[in-house]
């Protein structure tokens, strides 16, 4: 299969595209600036999921290669930490045009080849932050909902054509966000969010680099690819914790809920 994994130069990304090569896949990775055309047998090609020009250009680049896109997973993103109310313009732009727009982007650029087809597959990574928002996380999760929302219409209007829209929600896993995270300061400085946004962040960056191996959620990708009948979504919780947090979000009303949250990250 020809398959493009975007955001792939770390973390999951890299992880996925890694384990599709090994098993004869032909995989193209992108990022915003590749440090060279391969990264250990993926084909490494420069795209800005933020700019439609810059993701139709990769695009077509692989389809002047291969001639067809088999399968898209769409990985790429970024988070945005600090209390909702103090969200700049600039960082809730940041948020919703890297991780929603830019995968709307990429969809948008792929299926244009992959409906004449009458095939194809893409899987679009949320996480469990965009089935219940997480505290102090409120950009990154409306960022996740909105391709949770976004993906489902997706495969309502696309199953026609022979096109499988996949969600696939990781639970937290130690993949290098936590560093890259982009943290707000007005946040930190606040005489009312500050202590209680240290402490919960404290909490969730505990949670993240106690998680599972990336190569756990690209094992997942990797039967999802190879599933004649694949499911619309697939959450992969890497820990008791958060699997009972995903059912009982369903389950309890939405007061208790936050309640309990509340009290698991210590607010």
Same mark, same amino acid.
């Given at each position: 299969?020809?398959?493009?994994?975007?955001?792939?130069?770390?973390?999951?990304?890299?992880?996925?595209?890694?384990?599709?090569?090994?098993?004869? $896949?032909?995989?193209?990775?992108?990022?915003?600036?590749?440090?060279?055309?391969?990264? *250990? !047998? #993926?084909?490494?090609?420069?795209?800005?999921?933020?700019?439609?020009?810059? /993701?139709?250009?990769?695009?077509?680049?692989?389809?002047?290669?291969?001639?067809?896109? *088999? /399968?898209?997973?769409?990985?790429?993103?970024?988070?945005?930490?600090?209390?909702?109310?103090?969200?700049?313009?600039? *960082?809730?732009?940041? &948020?919703?045009?890297?991780?929603?727009?830019?995968?709307?982007?990429?969809?948008?650029?792929?299926? =244009? $080849?992959?409906?004449?087809?009458?095939?194809?597959?893409?899987?679009?990574?949320?996480?469990?932050?965009?089935?219940?928002?997480?505290?102090? &996380?409120?950009?990154?999760?409306?960022?996740?909902?909105?391709?949770?929302?976004?993906?489902?219409?997706?495969?309502?209007?696309?199953?026609?054509?022979?096109? $499988?829209? #996949?969600? #696939?929600?990781?639970?937290?896993?130690?993949?290098?966000?936590?560093?890259? =995270?982009?943290?707000?300061?007005?946040?930190?400085?606040?005489?009312?969010?500050?202590?209680?946004?240290? =402490? /919960?962040?404290?909490?969730?960056?505990?949670?993240?680099?106690?998680? !599972?191996?990336?190569?756990?959620?690209?094992?997942?990708?990797?039967?999802?690819?190879?599933?004649? $009948?694949?499911?619309?979504?697939?959450? #992969? +919780?890497?820990?008791?914790?958060?699997?009972?947090?995903? &059912?009982?979000?369903?389950?309890? +009303?939405?007061?208790?809920?936050?309640?309990?949250?509340?009290?698991?990250?210590?607010?």
């Amino acid at each position: 299969m020809i398959i493009l994994v975007t955001g792939a130069s770390s973390g999951f990304g890299r992880a996925i595209a890694s384990a599709l090569l090994r098993v004869g $896949h032909t995989v193209y990775g992108t990022s915003r600036t590749p440090a060279s055309s391969m990264q *250990d !047998g #993926v084909r490494m090609l420069p795209m800005d999921v933020r700019l439609p020009g810059s /993701v139709d250009s990769a695009v077509e680049e692989i389809i002047r290669r291969e001639g067809r896109i *088999d /399968v898209l997973i769409n990985n790429a993103g970024m988070g945005i930490a600090g209390a909702a109310e103090l969200a700049s313009p600039d *960082d809730i732009r940041l &948020q919703m045009e890297t991780n929603f727009i830019g995968c709307t982007n990429v969809c948008r650029a792929v299926l =244009r $080849h992959m409906r004449p087809r009458r095939k194809g597959m893409i899987i679009n990574i949320t996480s469990i932050a965009g089935i219940f928002s997480i505290p102090y &996380q409120g950009l990154y999760s409306a960022s996740k909902f909105a391709i949770e929302g976004y993906s489902q219409a997706l495969a309502m209007e696309t199953s026609r054509f022979g096109i $499988h829209v #996949v969600i #696939v929600a990781p639970g937290d896993f130690n993949t290098g966000f936590t560093s890259s =995270r982009k943290l707000c300061p007005e946040t930190a400085a606040s005489p009312d969010y500050g202590a209680s946004f240290a =402490r /919960v962040r404290a909490n969730f960056e505990r949670d993240e680099l106690r998680g !599972g191996s990336p190569d756990m959620l690209a094992q997942k990708i990797e039967r999802i690819i190879n599933s004649r $009948h694949p499911r619309r979504r697939y959450i #992969v +919780p890497t820990s008791l914790a958060q699997r009972l947090a995903v &059912q009982l979000s369903a389950m309890l +009303p939405r007061r208790t809920f936050a309640w309990i949250l509340k009290v698991f990250y210590d607010m």
